[in-house]
């Protein structure tokens, strides 16, 4: 039962331009939402959150937006860095349950 | 920046032993939670904690696992009889609040089950 998803398992972008990276979701409930970068060998890193009341979160280089109707939100980052390379992680939880939702992951790329 | 650790790194057992893995999460942090990463696959929710007790668990969590705070700075999750299927990275994680809150991950255990 996939709640949450990331069709893209990979995604190539070159330095300087913008990053965008998708997720969809299925529960009408999730009112809180998250984007996590991993590095390999290391634990998933918050990023940037947003919650159900807003429609746009901005962090620095990051801003992810959330469609409720569509229920779809995307992290932006521009502009992208080599450093940024890395798999992001989207995740969704509802305030009525104590767990975090995560997609598959979508393996980002910035060459420089 | 306070963290969530976790050791050991690695772990390698044999099928059918017990083994134990180990967390510290960031102290003023109230929910603790263990999750986990089978190669390839997104991360899973197995058990969140709160208050010493399980607050959730998820399908996956049955009775060959189990999780206790032994004191007031550990997060231990023991996996009673180890399978093959149970060789993943584990990541433990917590959080200030339960809603609208975001968890901090340590930087997990890779166990191998042969």
């Known amino acids: 039962d996939q709640q949450v998803k990331q069709n893209s398992p990979s995604l190539s972008v070159q330095e300087g331009r913008i990053s965008i990276l998708n997720c969809d979701y299925t529960n009408s409930m999730f009112d809180y939402f998250l984007w996590y970068k991993k590095y390999p060998a290391e634990g998933p890193t918050f990023l940037i959150s947003i919650s159900s009341i807003k429609d746009k979160n901005e962090d620095g280089r990051f801003t992810v937006f959330l469609n409720k109707s569509a229920k779809h939100l995307s992290l932006h980052i521009v502009p992208s860095q080599p450093g940024d390379s890395a798999v992001y992680f989207c995740a969704a939880s509802a305030n009525t349950g104590n767990q975090f939702y995560f997609g598959t992951g979508t393996s980002l790329t910035v060459i420089p | 920046e306070p963290e969530v650790t976790q050791t050991p790194s690695h772990q390698v057992t044999q099928m059918g032993q017990e083994v134990i893995l180990r967390c510290v999460p960031i102290?003023?942090?109230?929910?603790f939670y263990w999750y986990r990463q089978i190669l390839g696959q997104k991360v899973e929710f197995l058990v969140s904690f709160y208050n010493n007790e399980i607050s959730e668990k998820s399908e996956i969590f049955d009775d060959q696992f189990s999780v206790e705070r032994p004191d007031g700075s550990n997060f231990t999750l023991k996996i009673r009889s180890t399978k093959l299927e149970d060789s993943a990275m584990y990541f433990c994680?917590?959080?200030?609040?339960?809603?609208?809150?975001?968890?901090?991950f340590g930087n997990g255990t890779r166990l191998t089950v042969t």
């Open positions: 994680a917590s959080s200030v609040h339960l809603a609208n809150s975001p968890l901090h």
């Open positions: 102290s003023n942090h109230l929910y």
